[in-house]
């Protein structure tokens, strides 16, 4: 029995881009995100916050964190 190499290339390739577009499909970029706090009063109870309007010198830069570790994190399942 012969072997079709290029129909087995042709497999290959199909399974390939197979594989990239569910990397693909898997990658991630930060769209929202907000600081939850937890505060304890001098009673000692405590309750959380959800904090989404902050200063801007700070949510660009927790947004440009946000960005990179999510391109990292990209560049680790495309490979």
């Known amino acids: 029995m012969a072997i079709d190499f290029d129909a ?3 497999v290959r390739s199909k399974n390939k881009a197979k594989m990239h577009e569910k990397k693909k499909a898997m990658s991630k970029k930060p769209e929202g995100w907000a600081v939850v706090v937890t505060w304890e009063r001098e009673d000692k109870t405590w309750y959380t916050e959800t904090i989404t309007d902050l200063p801007e010198t700070i949510s660009i830069d927790i947004h440009d964190w946000l960005d ?3 391109k990292e994190e990209n560049a680790e ?3």
Do not use: E, P, T, W
């Open 8 to 10: 087995l290339d042709l």
């Open 68 to 70: 990179k570790r999510a």
């Open 77 to 79: 399942i495309q490979s």
